[in-house]
């Protein structure tokens, strides 16, 4: 493998072979994305909230006729984000059936692309072909954007119009009709998760082209680009004002935009430093490497890529920290500055392993010493431990907590390869070797392989009851359009798109006066509700696990 990268990355001697290397990298990147993004995607179930309401309205779009310019869920109105990922996925519906598949292959999809694009970025900022590889190795094999990248949900899709907008704006600097792609991609993240997501992103290129490359500005093609993009996000919002007036206004510009900045959303809060907290819990192994990443930007300043890391890092993660609506996809968008980031910091680290540490020294006055940085191997071996003894849990052989669980040979194979790849990386980490950069990041891919064949990719489906079996209860016992009341403690999107009816939460002397007053009540409750609630006249219809459909007689 080594050889392979020393190959590909090496110098080439005319601009011909330069581009074909750089498109059979793309190639490669493009290819081994869609493998891991697509594995086993429609194995589990669509989750709870995003998936269930994505799915909804893109299974309503597809029915309906006038759907596609005002969307519904329920057959009522969704303000809540523009269409654009909902269409989509709702043309998928149409051309490959309802299913998980067909619900996530889009976002899916576009996630994969971004793969490649990251790397077209690294080759446009940086002289060396190598940080390029490295960003994008980084950017692959991060489980944030893998995992929510697979998902039903809009923030994917984020990801590739982003990073297609900003390498168009990195290649505008060479020819100015590039500039036209920057401004529809900010179109596009406008027709995906609203103005206020793309003002914020376009933000960051604004203050990148003033920091570097100000006579841009300046360009009637960046203007117009952002001129066309910006024509039929101004359509929509305007159909939409046309036709439901100030409700959509204080649906989705206020309560799911700039409510967010001041007010917690649905008891989803936490301190400013949430997000920080979030990329060193869930950005293993990479944030090891990331503040080294930080620094060697800052101490590169003067040069494009650093600049734009700096903007990109430091612009995010401010303006979504001083939100006081705190949710973890809201950081996705700033892990292609992460891989950024970290892919310059470890193609140094390559370059200065390959050549004794005092010639290199020689080199230049300002000599950054990226191999002192690098994390202590023992951080490797507690990591190769903790997947040891997970592995040890999983299998039921040890007990944790005085519990035992039931053998899971996924996730035992998943934590092995965890404890090979980090005890081999901490090992050759510890000779000096850099070939530990090779170890740790195929075994990172290998293992987040292992994961998402697995159901435990979409893991928050174990804390609830099993949806899907519910669901064919409460579609086969009701009538087409019917209401279904629950005792449940929490609405769940997933129910009523697998239901295809709409299960509504109620408590219990709500659900006393529903059924004294209405002719044909429906409830699907937990048998202990059912035997507390001492319902009169009251026929069971069907039962699945704990649960049980119930009518008037």
């Known amino acids: 493998m080594s050889e392979i990268f020393r190959f590909l990355s090496r110098k080439p001697k005319t601009r011909f072979n330069d581009s074909l290397t750089d498109k059979l990298w793309m190639l490669a990147f493009l290819l081994a994305a869609v493998l891991i993004f697509a594995l086993n995607l429609g194995g589990v179930a669509l989750r709870d909230w995003d998936e269930g309401i994505a799915a909804q309205v893109s299974r309503e779009i597809w029915r309906g006729n006038l759907n596609w310019l005002y969307p519904t869920i329920g057959s009522m109105p969704y303000l809540n984000k523009p269409p654009l990922v909902h269409w989509l996925i709702g043309l998928c519906f149409r051309v490959g059936g309802v299913s998980e598949l067909t619900a996530r292959l889009v976002p899916a999809m576009l996630t994969a692309s971004s793969v490649p694009l990251l790397y077209a970025i690294g080759r446009e900022l940086f002289p060396r072909r190598s940080i390029a590889i490295f960003s994008a190795l980084v950017y692959l094999t991060l489980l944030p954007v893998l995992r929510h990248g697979r998902l039903a949900m809009l923030d994917g899709a984020v990801l590739c119009f982003l990073l297609a907008s900003m390498w168009c704006l990195l290649r505008s600097r060479r020819d100015l009709r590039y500039a036209l792609g ?60 046309l036709h ?6 204080n649906a989705n510009l206020f309560n799911q935009s700039f409510r967010r900045i001041w007010e917690p959303v649905g008891n989803h809060k936490g301190p400013p430093w949430y997000y920080l907290l979030e990329i060193l819990e869930s950005a293993w192994p990479w944030q090891l490497f990331w503040l080294q990443g930080l620094r060697l930007s800052w101490e590169n300043r003067n040069f494009p890529g650093a600049k734009l890391v700096l903007v990109w890092t430091g612009v995010y993660l401010l303006a979504i920290s001083v939100m006081n609506t705190k949710l973890p996809w809201y950081v996705l968008p700033v892990y292609p500055a992460f891989a950024l980031a970290v892919g310059s910091y470890l193609a140094e680290v390559w370059e200065q392993m390959s050549v004794p540490e005092e010639s290199a020294k020689d080199e230049t006055e300002e000599y950054f010493n990226a191999i002192s940085l690098l994390p202590h191997p023992a951080i490797l071996v507690v990591i190769a431990v903790v997947g040891v003894v997970g592995c040890a849990y999983f299998s039921g052989w040890i007990r944790l907590g005085g519990q035992i669980v039931s053998p899971q040979g996924d996730l035992q194979l998943m934590l ?5 790849t980090m005890a081999q990386a901490a090992v050759l980490l510890h000779r000096k070797d850099r070939q530990f950069l090779l170890v740790l990041i195929w075994g990172t891919y290998v293992t987040l392989l292992v994961f998402v064949a697995s159901d435990n990719w979409v893991w928050e489906l174990a804390e609830d009851y099993p949806v899907k079996p519910i669901a064919e209860i409460v579609r086969q016992g009701t009538p087409a359009g019917q209401q279904v009341f629950t005792s449940h403690k929490l609405p769940r999107p997933s129910l009523n798109f697998y239901s295809e009816r709409q299960v509504i939460v109620a408590d219990s002397p709500t659900l006393q006066q529903k059924w004294q007053t209405l002719p044909q009540p429906y409830f699907l409750l937990e048998k202990p509700v059912l035997k507390h609630l001492d319902l009169k006249n009251a026929e069971v219809v069907k039962t699945a696990d704990d649960w049980i459909l119930v009518t008037k007689k």
């Open 416 to 420: 092995m390869f965890v404890a090979l």
């Open 244 to 249: 439901y007036g100030q409700d959509f206004i």
């Open 182 to 241: 920057a401004g529809i991609g900010f179109g596009l993240i406008c027709l995906t998760k609203g103005v206020m997501l793309g003002l914020l992103l376009c933000a960051i290129g604004f203050v990148f082209l003033v920091w570097d490359t100000p006579r841009l500005l300046t360009s009637g093609y960046l203007w117009g680009g952002l001129a066309i993009g910006t024509l039929p996000v101004a359509a929509w919002y305007f159909a939409q004002w």
